[in-house]
């Protein structure tokens, strides 16, 4: 049987995009009548909006999102919400389920992308939290990317929020020496006392560096980062050999209107791309496979090679000096000596 509805249904709607740090005014608000069932929809009434970082970027257009608004769009967000009557065979009334209901009391649905909820599980809102989006972000980005091994320091920042409360329990789980960064006292006591972290820090009492240190002696070796910016800099300056970043979240930058100096991660984030670091010294066991490999197709004349040779050792100051401005064209060298040798 269909729910009894008012007529109304209260909306918030995108007015403009923030300047900085959101505020109220760049939202608006309206009434409308609720939306009328069609045959293949549901109509669900809302009980718990989510309230997501990302949506701070989704109201200046960001690319990255597939979400566009202009002004007067009810604002876009995932929602628990309801079914009160429905014409899909798949919902009937009484079902509760996650979907993008945005910010509104009443919205209709085709059912695409929209997810049953079993509330004998947990409660039902935190099909929005940590067994949804935000949980499922701790979760992979800690099982498949940073992948901590027992005994190894995983540092987690915005720790006690969902995503970054998930990551450090999993990580915790998988026998990780876990350690949070967050922006409070009494948040880090949490992270420790409830959700097991070894110890948490306080970005806010300042020096993150040094109390990473304290806390990480060993180094840090694998970190989620849901900050970037400063917190990500800290970090960086107390890795381990061998450690991963899992570049999640940069929370930081979503309310500047220009991205901070230094290169922009961001596009990282968006092309799930990996940066690793390189040392050549790691690999000088490979210096016979690749003498073999490379010294082959010169000889066969399908790898090429170019040097820019400078006569006489009293040219290699200006050699140099031509190199560090990019006026070389191929390796440096200066002939010192006259030589026949394979030439
Ligand atoms: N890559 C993905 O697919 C994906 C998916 C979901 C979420 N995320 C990202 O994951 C991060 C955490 O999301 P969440 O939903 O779990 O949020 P959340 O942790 O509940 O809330 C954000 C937290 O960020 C911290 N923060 C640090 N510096 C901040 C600053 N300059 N301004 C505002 N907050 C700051 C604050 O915690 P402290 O006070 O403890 O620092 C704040 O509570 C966000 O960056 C989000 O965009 C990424």
Redesign the pocket.
Known sequence: MPRAVNGINKRITFLRSPRGLPVPEDFGADETGIPKLAAGQFLSRTLYLSL???YRNVMKNSQIYADRLTPGDVMVGETVAEVIDSQHPDFKVGDVVAVRNGWQEYALSNGQGVRKIDPSIAPVSTALGVLG??GL?GYAGTVFLAQPLPGQTFVV????????STAGQVARHMGARVVGI???KE?CDYAVRELGFEACVDYREGDLVGQLKAACPNGIDAYFD??GGSTLEAVTLNLAMGSRIVL?????AYSMDTPPPGPWLGPI?GARATMKGLVVYDHMNRLPEMTRVIGRWIHDGSFRWKEDIAKGLEQAPAAFCRLMRGQNFGKALVEVGSTKLGR
């Open positions: 997501d970082p990302y989006m935000p972000t920042s915005a720790c006690t929020g969902p995503v970054g967050a922006g409070s948040k849901n900050v999640c979240g940069m929370i930081e984030v």
